[in-house]
């Protein structure tokens, strides 16, 4: 559990200092904000006031008289070169800078460019908006009220809905749940909330007037994925656009899709003929990014008088404000949230989700969320701990009870996914022992004996990550295959460059480990290239915890396609058969006559010599890969959560937080320790502070770091952290990925512990002190409207 | 109007407007960016500066309210021998993910070693509760600043170097 | 990120410099101190003074002191200041409890004692702690220097006595034996505004109460004060019983407003809840049992 790097550096897998902390500690890394181009403006958006109006009419007279101004662009210029609106990953559009209406408060209304930043601020005080209020639509449950009002008359449409969408079997889960002898059911919401990272969102374009190629160094997650949808909204040729993403402080999710103030700064660079930096400030930020959950969920289990859990059946309702924009594999509506039948062995499960419009920001799939995995695991977590309060079982004993057993693997799902891997109970019996689970009980007692409020919570998850197999899942038509490319230079030294985008996660250290670890050279000898896709091969991104399941996979590949061409050098170099020749970490050796060999370096030296190679055989140690995972990988774990509860008040102190996480093979575990306590902190805000409400006139309520909170140091315990350890037994290196896992599983076990504590059957997120008093009293609040 | 301010030793003098605020003075002024800005009303703690020894809000400070006055960036936490205690430490235990956060918390960090060498990890948490980080739980940072703080007193120095 | 409006900068040398300068740039000028709470709200052009007038460099403003059986606290004292202070925090614990929760400890580096006063913020804590005190302010301007009793000296939301040339300089606080004091709040997570918070200062004789005050922040307290419960306690044996039945004073006259810290009624049930809680805290104090 104590997490510090090795002394020295492991030829391959191991806990080893990261490579990118050198520039962080010395505030040398390189973020959007840092770069400063020959000759760049600056530029701010002026956004909506309103959640719902009609523009009447824009004047930017005196904003374009100012001093320092060099363009203002409105949604009429923008008409006029017919990119008011873009598409987004949801097969809808969305408006880049509004014409008709503005349909959510923080929608983008103009776009001034200037001098300096402080001018592009003040100008915007500049431009005179008319607008015409209109209704707003902000309780979900009422956007398709047949008197709602119709946000989207620009598609033409008569109501709010977006669509119907549905996964398992119905009739038979309907069958099951009529002959099941104990039923619970539950209303959950889990609200909007914000992934809120540190750095906001920016882009810097420029267009070269000469050359006709565009560069954008941007905050994304998806650089490849971003150039592509540049040259498609765009129409600019694929291979004049190069997206660079620089040094990234936080995604979570915030950073995939394609913000309306990034094409804009494309517009603002072409008209002016220079450099167009816009960043997002933090309420732009809360207001406009991309929006995470916000699902309205009517859940019901079932399970026989023994506890034996047999089939799950829920309703959503998915708010998905005023553009459908989510960000996920385009034929799965709802993501992945058909995992909810979560890690238990159920005999029928099925869902029905509907999707709706109301006047609140677009977006949907973000902040570390395996794509609506976190509502899945809240739900069926949820779910398993009313259960058992309704019927006066331990909820770690039921869900012991009916995990799925290690025998059973590959597991089909009720909703039809087959996990790959993984130890369920004994997961969950070291979480347990972990904590002293029994003791904790027993102490429980005790202080309730006293008028005490303690509470124990206990999750179980089971993540689906990696997107994805090709012939499952794309996004805007774009297959989920990651690219690597290898190159180990004469003397040995190694360079890899990836399609994938670190935001923190540290690949640089992880990815030069795992070619480390196949050619058995120094991580220090293999620089990892990102970002650039000019200097980068096509793939999807990092979002969905996908880096490790599908960039590691091709990593891995790539990694071995050098090692066999290395292995026919090293034949030509030993003048012995390639298959005499047996891989010792780091070199070739001459079967039966070890000290016949060639090291990876003397080997890479002979590959660009010249020595004559086999007929056929190129030379030179370079390979290129495309993986196309064959499935997701499942990585799960148990946690538990132990809190108190101030009676008088409703304050919750997370006392401790016991994690046993298995995501398979660990490649740097002092990297992956870090980021289960990244995602246990989420949970802890998640679970008791962040939400994004609005008034009834739709004004956002948490539209700075005064209203949206996110946890300090002084809400999170000291995590305590333990490990199984599953290989997946089709990823090349058995690993299965980490990065969203805390965070997909840790809000239920605060939550449950929370509601054990108060003996309330379920109180919706967040517990803040007001709903946990509010909660004791019977009346919890909805947390997604404002306080009243 | 013209401003004087020493930053990490050297005195700079420049002529701003009133309004600029002190982030921007080191950022677009003077070109230090390992100063970051995350929020507009001084919650999040990523733009955090010593200012006369005590950690700051340098997007709640004018530039010329530091006339006069010594701010100490990250840029200046690393002397001719390396780096700091802290600065290592924060690698040694993973204190930091993306290093958004990283400048802010180490600056916090050193100014509360050279107050309190040996803080217990409560203190810790309290020092740099006015800070957010999204990627490490937290738990590494306080590990790294006990780490730094056991590291001086196995040096038999004083954690910090600035005595008053 | 966002940024202020332009405006013009004067820097005061003095305390009459500074009443001078409010003179000759009028109503649209503020006087700078912490700017811990006025450039968050220029920068959201909430607030757009023509002049800010910075008082930073006054010295004299700074200090904390014993004179005359009275603490005397500079309006300039920084948070943190007052926080550390031996002198305050050995005759008023409840400075120590109510700046352990003040915003976060790097703001507290910046923020000030009066600046936090004058920003007459309705969740502020300082207003309640000095209501429980019954602290006075001094306000210099141009005809000299007036006092004012704290608990006349807010007149509404983000509104004070101060007048449009004149500086608070200095907040004072008698001192009497026998006393403890406490401050409890409430908050949705380390550094925000209060859900609610209560003070209590408490002198004893014996076990009766010799004399009570009490402060209320964020719930809609008139003048963030508690005189009928203090009414109630005054005289009254120092029982739980009766620290509940003040608390349950105070809850019922004060007017908290819904907000997204939590409802009405919430709200309410803290007025009660932190104030008994205080009362018995202050009492303990005051009876040596606690520190």
Known sequence: MTTHAAASTPLGFGSMRRKEDARFLRGAGRYLDDIVLPGMLHAAILRSPYAHARIVSVDTSAAEAHPKVEAVITGETLAGLGLAWMPTLSHDVQAVLATDKVRFQGQEVAFVVAEDRYAARDALGLIEVEYEPLPAVVDATHALDPDAPVIRDDLHRTDNHIFDWEAGDAAATDEVFSRADVVAECDLLYPRSHPAPMETCGSIASMDPVSGKLTVHTTTQAPHAHRTVYALVAGIPEHKIQVIAPDIGGGFGNKVGIYPGYVCAVVGSIVTGRPVKWVEDRSENLMSTSFARDYHMHGEIAATKDGTLLGVRVKVLADHGAFNGTAQPSKLPAGLFHVFSGSYDLRAAHCSVTGVYTNKCPGGVAYACSFRITEAVYLIERLVDVLARDQGWDPAELRMKNLIRPEQFPYRTALGWEYDSGNYPKTLRTALDLAGYAELRREQAEKRARGELMGIGVSFFTEAVGAGPRKHMDILGLGMADGAELRVHPTGKAVLRLSCMTQGQGHQTTFAQIVAEELGISPDDVEVVQGDTDQTPFGLGTYGSRSTPVSGAATALVARKVRERARIVASAMLEVAPSDLEFVKGRFEVRGDPAASASMAEIAMAAHSALELPEGVEGHLDATCVYNPPNLTYPCGAYVCVVDVDPGTGQVTVRRFVAVDDCGVRINPMVVEGQIHGGLADGIGMALMEALAFDPDGNHLGASFMDYLLPTALECPSWELGETVTPSPHHPIGAKGVGESATVGSPPAVVNAVLDAIGVRHADMPLTPAQVWRAMQGRPLRTDLSVT | ?164 | MQVPAQFEYERATSVAHAVALLQRYGPESRLLAGGHSLIPMMKLRLANPETLIDINGLDELRTISLEGGELRLGALVRHAELMASAVAGEHFPMFRDAERVIADPVVRNRGTVGGSLCQADPNEDLSAVFTALRAVAVIEGVDGRRTVPVREFHVGPYQTVVGDTEILVEIRVSVRPGGGSAYTKVERRAGDWAVAAAGAALWLEGERVADVGLGLTAVGADHFGAPQAEEFLRGAPATEENFAEAGRIAAEHCRPVADQRGPEDYKRHLAGELTARSLRRAAARARGREA
Not at chain 2, 50 to 79: I, Q, Y
Not at chain 2, 80 to 100: E, I, K, N, R, T
């Open chain 2, 1 to 164: 109007m013209q401003i004087t301010v020493t930053v990490n030793g050297v005195e700079y003098t420049r002529d701003v407007e009133p309004r600029l605020l002190l982030v921007h003075f080191l950022r677009d002024e003077l070109g230090l960016t390992g100063t970051h800005w995350g929020c507009d009303t001084s919650n999040c703690g990523v733009c955090v500066v010593l200012l006369d020894g005590l950690p700051a809000k340098s997007c709640t400070v004018l530039a010329v309210m530091a006339d006069g006055h010594e701010v100490r960036t990250v840029e200046g936490l690393a002397g001719a021998d390396g780096l700091d205690p802290v600065q290592q430490a924060f690698s040694d235990m993973h204190g930091l993910q993306c290093g958004f956060c990283t400048p802010g918390m180490l600056l916090t960090s050193r100014a509360l070693l050279d107050r309190n060498p040996d803080p217990s990890p409560a203190e810790i948490r309290e020092a740099i509760s006015g800070q957010v980080c999204r990627c490490t739980g937290y738990e590494n940072i306080v590990r790294a600043v006990r780490a730094a703080a056991d590291r001086a007193a196995e040096a038999g120095t004083a954690a910090g170097t600035v005595t008053s």
